[in-house]
């Protein structure tokens, strides 16, 4: 079973449009996060929720917003798409801040 | 602000060979965890290594071991041995303890030579 898992893999879409990305993870595990990926491969954290709560929201668009429906879910809606928002997204979850994050295998983001 | 450099955007090592990859980085706190993590072209990111600042003895994972210093805000990673399912990208990662956050460097590409 796979413990981070992400829906879908790949996303090719227009610019304007909405789409949204699930995130589901099996372990139980209390923390949630999506991390964006750019084309040079940086990775940078945009958003975490613990038990639900946001607590983390760096400088990200507005058009990007998380959800927690329960604590072993964490979907990511972007509305208006732009071509900048073309990248890898990552979502991880982790037992609390003291142990480590577990990355699902990523959502490739093409706007067209 | 904290942050994380690897200062080798590549490197390349022949199978059986060991490489060392550098991680250095910048904060003010004493107590922090560092990570080493694996991406591979099929972009799963895996945890490789893991170090705690407050431990002095440099964490070993089979094959991969690390030289941390403390003082020098040094961290990197010896890969033994390396094997061709070795090539991937790894990023050096930074957080600090208590908080949720990762910092991440801007990784190095490694390429094993058969």
């Known amino acids: 079973d796979t413990a981070v898992s992400q829906t879908p893999k790949y996303l090719v879409t227009q610019m304007g449009n909405d789409k949204s990305i699930k995130c589901e993870q099996n372990?139980?595990?209390?923390?949630m996060y999506w991390y964006k990926q750019d084309s040079k491969k940086f990775l940078k954290i945009m958003f975490s929720?613990?038990?639900?709560?946001?607590?983390i929201n760096e400088t990200v668009p507005n058009r990007f917003s998380p959800k927690s429906p329960d604590k072993a879910h964490l979907n990511l809606h972007i509305n208006s798409l732009e071509l900048g928002d073309s990248a890898v997204y990552f979502c991880?979850?982790?037992?609390?801040?003291?142990?480590?994050?577990?990355f699902g295998a990523g959502t490739r983001l093409s706007v067209l | 602000a904290q942050t994380v450099t690897q200062s080798q955007p590549e490197m390349s090592v022949q199978e059986a060979e060991t490489v060392t990859l550098s991680c250095t980085y910048d904060t003010s706190e004493s107590d922090y965890y560092l990570f080493w993590y694996k991406q591979p072209p099929s972009r799963q990111m895996i945890l490789v290594i893991r170090?705690?600042?407050?431990?002095?003895q440099n964490a070993t994972e089979n094959r991969f071991s690390v030289n941390f210093q403390k003082a020098a805000k040094s961290f990197s990673l010896k890969i033994s041995d390396s094997q061709l399912g070795d090539a991937a990208m790894y990023f050096c990662?930074?957080?600090?303890?208590?908080?949720?956050?990762?910092?991440f460097g801007t990784g190095t590409r490694l390429k094993v030579l058969a």
């Open positions: 991880a979850s982790s037992q609390g801040a003291k142990n480590i994050q577990y």
């Open positions: 372990l139980g595990h209390d923390t």
């Open positions: 929720y613990n038990n639900k709560e946001l607590i």
């Open positions: 990662a930074y957080r600090s303890s208590g908080t949720y956050k990762y910092i």
């Open positions: 170090q705690e600042a407050y431990k002095q």
